[in-house]
């Protein structure tokens, strides 16, 4: 679960630009919080899914802790996700890279929130032995 100070936002940057999909949305008026759920797929039958959490009385800026490192979220071109997501209010961190030969290419970008999002590639070329 990560807190978003904006919802609208939040949910073009995870919906829009990454291309997933609201499971379920509860607006709870008695507590005045919104909780979001997205994936790629449904419950059962995909990935894990990211919760939203929107505080609508929230005055102060939420900090992100020590705890926090990120989120990795597979695509199958880094480099076109890296780029295209600036459209969607992303920040461009780390620019597509390989940590080492045949090692999936990643890159970094981070929400209009500020947390870092991993985009690591999903689909790639076998390692060739040498």
Same mark, same amino acid.
């Given at each position: 679960m990560?807190?978003?100070?904006?919802?609208?936002?939040a949910?073009r940057f995870?919906?829009?630009?990454?291309?997933?999909?609201?499971?379920?949305?509860?607006?709870?008026?008695?507590?005045r919080f *919104?909780?979001?759920?997205? *994936?790629?797929?449904?419950?059962?039958?995909?990935?894990?899914?990211?919760?939203?959490?929107?505080?609508?009385?929230q005055?102060?800026?939420?900090t992100h802790?020590?705890?926090?490192?990120?989120?990795?979220i597979?695509?199958?071109?880094?480099?076109?996700?890296? *780029?295209?997501?600036?459209?969607?209010g992303?920040?461009?961190?780390?620019?597509p890279?390989s940590?080492?030969?045949?090692?999936?290419?990643?890159?970094?970008?981070y929400?209009?929130?500020?947390?870092?999002?991993?985009l690591?590639?999903i *689909?790639?070329q076998?390692?060739?032995?040498e």
């Amino acid at each position: 679960m990560i807190r978003v100070r904006d919802v609208d936002a939040a949910l073009r940057f995870y919906c829009d630009g990454l291309g997933m999909a609201v499971l379920d949305r509860y607006d709870m008026e008695a507590g005045r919080f *919104s909780i979001i759920f997205l *994936s790629y797929a449904g419950y059962r039958d995909g990935p894990a899914a990211i919760e939203l959490t929107y505080n609508w009385d929230q005055d102060e800026d939420y900090t992100h802790g020590s705890g926090y490192g990120h989120i990795a979220i597979g695509v199958p071109d880094v480099a076109a996700m890296w *780029s295209r997501l600036a459209e969607f209010g992303a920040r461009q961190g780390t620019a597509p890279k390989s940590l080492m030969p045949g090692a999936p290419e990643l890159a970094f970008v981070y929400d209009p929130d500020g947390y870092a999002i991993e985009l690591i590639q999903i *689909s790639r070329q076998p390692v060739k032995a040498e």
